[in-house]
Structure formats: structure tokens, C-alpha cells
């Protein structure tokens, strides 16, 4: 069973910086494909960043290009995401996806909170 946990949310003023972690256990973490999804408040949740596996080039949704950066460390099992600049509209709570052999593990989510 793969386990997924977030940590790093917090509040922030806009401009300010947040940094995102995320342990996964599991024996195949470099065969992952990993992601960062976000939920904002009342609305569906979207997909900021993916950093796929096996040194597959990142990707990121427009709003965020720019701003934030994900990385992952196959060694230590981590994803992480680095925001920067961020802004109101970045307040979420902030979701890691490993995706592996058809199946979606998910972790419990870490809040981020940017007030203007």
C-alpha cells in the first residue's frame, strides 16, 4: 500500500513564499508519477503540477508558471513544491497525487491560505 503525506501549508501574505513537502512510502517511488492538485474554496479540484517519472520534464498549469516549482528527490521518496509570488487566488488546500500501475494514491491534504 503506498501512503502519501503532505506538509509545509500555512498562511502567508500575498507575495510571500511556501514550500511543500511530500513523503510517500512505497518500494517503486522512481516509477511514480507525481503530482500537486489544489482545491479552492467552493470550487472542483484542479491540477497545478506534474513532475512525472523517470526525469520526464515537469509541467505546470498556466496560473501558477512562473511562480511555483516541483521537484522530486527519488532517493528520499519526496515531492515537493516550491511557491513563490503567491496570491490570493493561490489560497487551497493543496492535495499530493502518486500515480502508479493504473491506481491514484492520495494524501490528506495541507492548507494554504494567502491574504491580500
Known amino acids: 500500500q503506498v501512503q502519501v503525506v503532505e506538509s509545509g501549508g500555512g498562511s502567508v501574505p500575498a507575495g510571500g513564499s511556501l514550500r511543500l513537502t511530500c513523503a510517500v512510502s512505497?518500494?517503486?517511488?522512481?516509477?511514480?508519477?507525481m503530482g500537486w492538485f489544489r482545491r479552492p474554496p467552493g470550487k472542483e479540484r484542479e491540477l497545478v503540477a506534474r513532475?512525472?517519472?523517470?526525469?520526464?520534464?515537469?509541467s505546470y498549469t498556466d496560473s501558477v508558471k512562473g511562480r511555483f516549482t516541483i521537484s522530486r528527490d527519488d532517493a528520499k521518496k519526496t515531492l515537493y513544491l516550491q511557491m513563490d509570488n503567491l496570491k490570493p487566488e493561490d489560497t487551497a488546500i493543496y492535495y499530493c497525487?502518486?500515480?502508479?500501475?493504473?491506481?491514484?494514491?492520495w494524501g490528506q491534504g495541507t492548507q494554504v491560505t494567502v491574504s491580500s
Open positions: 497525487n502518486a500515480y502508479f500501475r493504473q491506481n491514484d494514491y
Open positions: 512505497g518500494q517503486s517511488f522512481s516509477s511514480y508519477d
Open positions: 513532475a512525472r517519472s523517470h526525469g520526464a520534464s515537469p
